[in-house]
């Protein structure tokens, strides 16, 4: 065998791992940092799972989109572009195809939620001669990672004569911010040098300061609570049985930046999931009209568990899928249901994690996703032995696949970590239970469940156009 016919085998035979970067003129170059420029903004205005929501509803009616639960059969027959949005944090987007529905959907969930600190229903006391608030954390975070750190506050508080108050407080550069204390090194030997992470870093110990202003003379109690109290009340008219009734987040009071001297990456909170949220979001609304109906659904809850009313083990895709036969006219009984899910086709649309250089030891390099390698499609996710995950079948993976090399998708795959290292899940499983095949499929990234999670802007943009393709195929 001469050289000529090794070097022909080994093409033909090996698989090909493709660096983005390396196959984009100067143009195409050009529109991936433009994409990730517009992306960057969406993750400033989205850090909580309310915000995104409405920035997903002031983008869909920008493009014309009509909300679903406002028509009836008679004035939909035009209408094309519909969203449905339930509790303000849980939305769905569909462009209506040309096939019925009873064939079946593309669809692509993602979820809007990401880990953070939240205010307890009675967050407000004082020690020493601070005003403090307590907080629970959400997701998987490592305690650490949240110590003096700049912190802003989100939420949406309903007052007792049922007013909703929307308060952002530390995102502004003129705004305060809050911060959970850390001990300094010089005094943390004893107790916290030979412990484990876990028992060093506790949850009811990530207390936000919040002000050091006392009102009232000295002999007064509780008067650093009182302090910061009253200046809720002065600006917002709150008072402390008001938080009993409010949702406030916690979250890093930074913007989203570039990362690297050529700014190829993106560093940010919050992009595990909102970076499948707002590229979904795009592709569906560059998807004027498909073959099927194309469908962006954006979960809340993924963070711990997927549970609760607004998270995918709720009943929100059905009853969006019947709306959606409703509008069209088509049978809308039990098994035209049924159907319509049982055809459908799904991208469970969240983050894997690409290997670290600093970390290696918990990858398996073989089938580790890698930054800048383009859209990861994982087939199983779980912990030890596959447990909780969907895995999708070798038939759905090769039409996503081939959709991809069809498109010149640049794409790789990947698992999440060693086999008995940990794991993790998404919402796949609770679409799966449908009947539909589902495929997890996002970029990777480094850091991930950090306040200042990496991407690649490459990968950002190679799953917009991967997302775009999956929704324009024909099913076919």
Known sequence: ????????IKKTLFKKERLVFDHLNKNQKAGVFKFNEQYKQFLNQSKTERKAALQIIQAAKAKGFVDIDTLTTNQSSHIKKVYKVFQGRCVALAVIGKEPLISGANLIASHLDSPRLDLKQNPVYEDLSMGLM??????????????????????????SDNKTIDITIGDHPDDPVFTVTDLLPHLAGKIQADKKISDVFQGEKLNLISGSIPLGNDKEKDRFKLGVLNLLYEKYGLTEEDFISAEIEAVPAEKARDVGFDRSMIGSYGQDDRVCVYTSLEALLDTPSPHKTAIALFFDKEEIGSEGNS?????????????LLFINGQDTGNRSLRKALINSSCLSADVNAAMDPDFKEVHEAMNAAKLGFGVCMTKFTGVAGKSG?????AEFVGKIRQIFNTNKIIWQTGELGKIDQGGGGTVAKFLAKFGMNVLDCGPALLSMHSPFEISSKADVYMTFLGYKAFYADNGK
């Open 389 to 393: 995950s969907s895995d999708a079948s």
């Open 311 to 323: 998270g995918a083990k709720s009943s929100f895709l059905e009853d969006l899928m019947s709306d």
């Open 134 to 159: 307590k907080t629970h954390y959400y997701g998987g975070i490592r305690k650490y990672h949240w110590l003096a750190l700049p912190l802003a506050l989100h939420g949406t508080i309903i007052t």
């Open 1 to 8: 065998m001469d050289n000529t016919q090794f070097k022909k």
